[in-house]
């Protein structure tokens, strides 16, 4: 079954850029029918959806209204995974950052989680 | 954006009772294509993700018990418990997938009385 492991740090300086990466098992990254999001959760914003990247003949990127400007989020074909970069952090950005695949014709799955505080 | 709004934000029910969870979207989110209505249903207990139950807001995901359930048409959803056991206590989403951005319902907190 598909399978999303996260990996990147938990401590983030303001002004600085996080990054987050996810692995995909079950699953390739360019597949057809399958899209690659990141969601957010904090208690001030409840689970806030970041952007997603998708495969149809080619690739097809789009990002929320809130972050766009400073994030960007790159799939790896070779690696099989996918990426999440936010920069100029603040403690706003203080959130679990989860991936996740999900589609009209694929189901949803999510990655374990990856708590990010950002503190000088 | 399509806003998605859960009622109650709370609520409480005894063992062996019936839970019912309400959301409404501000927008049609059924695709006339494959006549299907875009909207999950998750569980999230403290320190886990979201945990699929519902999609094309009725179907149950694999391994998900029969006593969940989803229902809804146009833009009002329901997702019921029946026959409540103590694991199910927890915080339930709804989400639309119909159109990016993606969004997500305020939460409903379940707790067992």
């Known amino acids: 079954q598909v399978q999303l492991q996260q990996s990147g740090p938990g401590l983030v300086k303001p002004s600085q850029t996080l990054s987050i990466t996810c692995a995909i098992s079950g699953d390739s990254v360019s597949s057809n029918i399958a899209a690659w999001s990141w969601i957010r959760q904090s208690p001030s914003r409840g689970l806030e959806w970041l952007g997603r990247?998708?495969?149809?003949?080619?690739?097809?990127?789009d990002y929320a209204v809130s972050v766009k400007g400073r994030i960007t989020i790159n799939p790896d074909t070779s690696r099989n995974q996918f990426s999440l970069h936010l920069n100029s952090v603040s403690p706003e950005d203080t959130a679990t950052y989860y991936c996740?695949?999900?589609?009209?014709?694929?189901?949803?799955?999510w990655g374990q989680g990856s708590l990010v505080t950002v503190s000088s | 954006d399509i806003v998605m709004t859960q009622s109650p934000d709370s609520l409480a029910v005894s063992l062996g009772e019936r839970a019912t969870i309400n959301c409404k979207s501000s927008?049609?989110?059924?695709?006339?294509?494959?006549?299907?209505?875009?909207v999950a249903w998750y569980r999230q207990r403290p320190g886990q993700p979201p945990k699929l139950l519902i999609y094309?807001?009725?179907t149950r995901e694999s391994g998900v018990p029969d006593r969940v359930s989803g229902s809804g048409s146009a833009t009002d959803f329901t997702l019921t418990i029946s026959s409540l056991q103590a694991e199910d206590a927890a915080v339930y989403y709804c989400?639309?997938?119909?159109?990016?951005?993606?969004?997500f319902g305020q939460g409903t907190k379940l707790e067992i009385k």
């Open positions: 996740a695949r999900g589609s009209h014709r694929s189901s949803w799955v």
């Open positions: 989400q639309q997938y119909y159109d990016a951005p993606y969004t």
């Open positions: 927008q049609s989110v059924f695709h006339v294509s494959d006549n299907r209505h875009y």
């Open positions: 094309w807001s009725s």
């Open positions: 990247a998708y495969f149809r003949s080619k690739w097809f990127i």
